[in-house]
């Protein structure tokens, strides 16, 4: 019966309350010196309050955008000074000139980082997803195609940073020529890294071209140092200690880079770079392409054996030698060397 | 004209016109900007990264997985919100050291010292201002984990702007196991507006 029960049941709880009274007592009165040591004194008032309204955050500035319009503006200078040169055949070695300012500015200076080569995967995100990509990344990404589709892959041989590494290193005479059969097989590379790359880019969000750069712990070295510098002198926040980018493996695969390309001029353009691909179908359309006039050509092959990148070859007739403008780089080697004159542009 | 040459030519100018049709479609894509509910506006400049710090557990992999060393991250404390203990557990590992001889023990949290504790109110146990000298600090996250664990959350891990090298790729996504890194617009600078929480953008 409930009724009877009832009571029963309340006294038992009421004899279980005070039980647990006395035993918290206890143990408030025993523990509260315990309890106070592990309070870490939290700090209240008026006082502390009007402190932490009045805190003022630290700012931790962005690097100055003017920095990204330079960039761009940088980047088409150069291009149209290097359309100046290609197209006027000025010396071999003013175009490697150039290529030393692009290195020391967008490479060095700016970390290489400002490169069309990554921007391929940033713009091939923003396909999928365009408020991904930032206006700057597009536009350096559209001008050299632009110029190549008006003048060749003027950019690769007379602007990017990565190509100017390679370009510059390898001028020695050791030079080793790739059998035409594999150098055709390896073309087929970049091709399968331009998938790859959007493959990675839309379906893992990575950026396969940065990850195959090479040379990227020479520049972000070169940017790390530059940013300290900036740093100084205006006044910003330098750490004290000294910077190292990239780990052990990324150097060494850096070395390694630097000793084939010493032997095999411009590898990474060739094999491996998936904005060549871009470049060197526009330019193979393109309204302004380098071509080797058959009627002065006396075929004596030396531009064939100076092209850096191979591109010239003897045609499938065996009766001309042709350069590919896909392949061509624009360096201007082939005309240098060539004693008719036979090396010129065509529209 | 042979016919070969006139094929060539037409194979030419067909490879122009589908060129500049793709440039042009591909930069009317990207320039037309995101979709309406796009978490982002598109920025005229560039992206960098930041670690969310809702998303963040502290593990401690910021401090080796940055290209740069010492990492472009660094543990910073939120002033508006930190309770300004006499004992901090993001600066102390033994909370249980007598208050005047917290100013000379060397059981600190940071394996470097750079959570620094400045008197700020009151006697001995009054207020005290904890600061992460950037200078020593190396991004381990130590600090933040111990007050995230038991204080009052105010110590957080931030990517410096000033710092970041900005890589396309940025090394440390690809190390943390929270995904807690996130590509973020330069700017506005609200992004990166003092020791604050990182505004939600969703």
């Known amino acids: ?347 | 004209m042979s016919p070969e040459t006139t094929r060539r030519h037409f194979l030419i100018r067909l490879g122009r016109a589908f060129g500049v049709a793709a440039l042009s479609g591909v930069a009317v894509r990207v320039l037309g900007g995101g979709s309406r509910d796009a978490e982002f506006v598109q920025p005229p400049h560039r992206y960098g990264w930041q670690v969310n710090a809702d998303a963040c557990t502290y593990c401690g992999l910021c401090a080796t997985a940055c290209v740069r060393q010492p990492s472009a991250v660094k543990a910073v404390n939120d002033q508006k919100k930190c309770s300004n203990c006499v004992a901090c557990y993001g600066h102390l590992c033994d909370l249980k050291v007598a208050s005047p001889l917290i100013a000379t023990t060397d059981k600190l949290v940071c394996p470097q010292r750079a959570v620094e504790r400045t008197h700020l109110l009151g006697g001995i146990d009054g207020a005290y201002r904890y600061s992460i000298d950037a200078d020593r600090c190396n991004g381990c996250a130590l600090c933040a984990r111990q007050c995230n664990l038991h204080g009052n959350k105010s110590m957080f891990l931030i990517i410096r702007p000033d710092l970041c090298l900005g890589c396309n790729e940025c090394a440390i996504v690809h190390a943390c196991p929270s995904k807690a890194i996130e590509r973020v617009p330069l700017y506005p600078a609200d992004d990166f507006r003092g020791e604050y929480r990182l505004e939600q953008t969703s």
Not at chain 1, 12 to 38: H, K, M, P, Q, Y
Not at chain 1, 149 to 169: D, E, Y
Not at chain 1, 307 to 315: D, F, L
Request: with cysteine.
């Open chain 1, 1 to 347: 019966m409930p009724e009877t029960e009832a009571p029963t049941i309340s006294s038992i709880r009421w004899w279980n309350f005070t039980a647990c009274l006395t035993v918290l007592a206890i143990l408030a009165v025993s523990g509260s010196a315990l309890a106070e040591d592990f309070d870490p004194g939290r700090a209240s008032g008026p006082e502390i309050q009007a402190y932490r309204d009045h805190a003022i955050p630290q700012e931790y500035p962005s690097p100055a955008r003017g920095w990204f319009y330079a960039d761009v503006a940088v980047v088409v200078g150069l291009l149209l000074s290097g359309v100046w040169l290609v197209r006027t055949h000025r010396p071999a070695r003013w175009i490697s000139a150039q290529l030393g300012v692009a290195l020391l500015y967008l490479g060095l200076i700016r970390g290489g980082c400002i490169c069309p080569v990554g921007a391929t995967a940033n713009v091939l995100l923003g396909i999928a997803r365009p408020e991904l990509v930032g206006l700057a990344t597009m536009g350096l990404f559209l001008v050299p195609l632009i110029v190549a589709l008006a003048s060749g892959r003027v950019f690769c041989g007379a602007v990017c940073p990565l190509g100017a590494v390679q370009h510059l290193l390898s001028r020695s005479r050791e030079e080793v020529r790739v059998s035409p059969g594999l150098h055709r097989v390896l073309l087929a590379l970049p091709v399968l890294i331009l998938l790859a790359t959007a493959g990675e880019v839309w379906f893992a969000h990575g950026f396969l071209p940065c990850q195959l750069d090479p040379y990227k712990p020479l520049f972000f070295q070169g940017h790390a140092f530059v940013q300290k510098l900036t740093a100084l002198f205006t006044a910003g926040y330098a750490e004290p200690g000294w910077i190292l980018v990239g780990g052990g493996m990324a150097w060494a695969i850096l070395l390694l880079a630097l000793l084939v390309g010493w032997y095999i001029p411009r590898v990474f353009c060739r094999y491996v770079c998936p904005y060549s691909v871009l470049l060197g179908l526009l330019a193979s359309v393109g309204f302004w392409r380098r071509e080797i006039d058959a009627n002065a050509c006396i075929q004596c092959e030396r531009c064939m054996k100076e092209c850096p990148v191979q591109a010239i070859r003897r045609s499938a007739d065996g009766k001309t030698v042709v350069i590919s403008s896909y392949q061509c780089v624009q360096c201007g080697r082939c005309a240098d060397v060539c004693n008719r004159q036979a090396v010129c542009g065509k529209e």
